[in-house]
């Protein structure tokens, strides 16, 4: 597991509160998400999940560097994302296959909630749970704001 850390600035530098998904959790909410997640390190070029996987967890990027791209296309990636960035949401609301390929894009650390684990949290702490629900709605409606307006969008599944 990760550590914690004291402080009146702990709130601000916790590594859970670079990622938008954990914007206002104080310090105390924060470090009990951090008790149900899961560290995990890839190797440059490992793959984290493949494209057509059932969904079962969200990531949250701590070091590194992550590609999202179709299998064999790391060359055009849908999406490069790094430290602070978070993908694979959907998994944490039904268990739909992986629409793209994650694969490590260097020596990657990420932070991993699994579906269980954030219903465990919802169980025992509704409302940071509910907080981090919100968070996650505002960030796929932004997703497909984008995509309708023609921008794009990152494949979060």
């Known amino acids: ?20 998904l954990f914007a206002g959790l104080k310090v105390g909410e924060l470090n009990i998400v951090e008790g149900f997640m899961h560290e995990r390190r890839y190797l440059p070029g490992e793959i984290v999940f493949d494209e057509g996987e ?16 179709h299998p064999g296309a790391a060359n055009r990636p849908i999406a490069e994302l790094g430290a602070g960035d978070f993908f694979g949401e959907l998994a944490l609301l039904d268990d739909s296959p992986r629409s793209a390929q994650a694969l490590a894009g260097e020596a990657t650390e990420a932070a991993v909630l699994f579906r269980g684990d954030f219903e465990r949290l ?12 919100m968070q996650l709605a505002r960030h796929l409606g932004q997703r497909l704001r984008a995509m309708v307006a023609g921008a794009g969008g990152v494949a979060g599944q």
């Open 122 to 133: 919802m169980q025992s702490h509704a409302p940071i749970a509910s907080q981090i629900a």
């Open 1 to 20: 597991m990760f550590g914690f850390l004291q402080g009146k600035d702990a709130a601000a530098s916790h590594r859970l509160a670079r990622t938008s």
């Open 54 to 69: 059932e969904g079962q967890a969200l990531y949250i990027i701590v070091s590194g560097r992550v590609v999202i791209c």
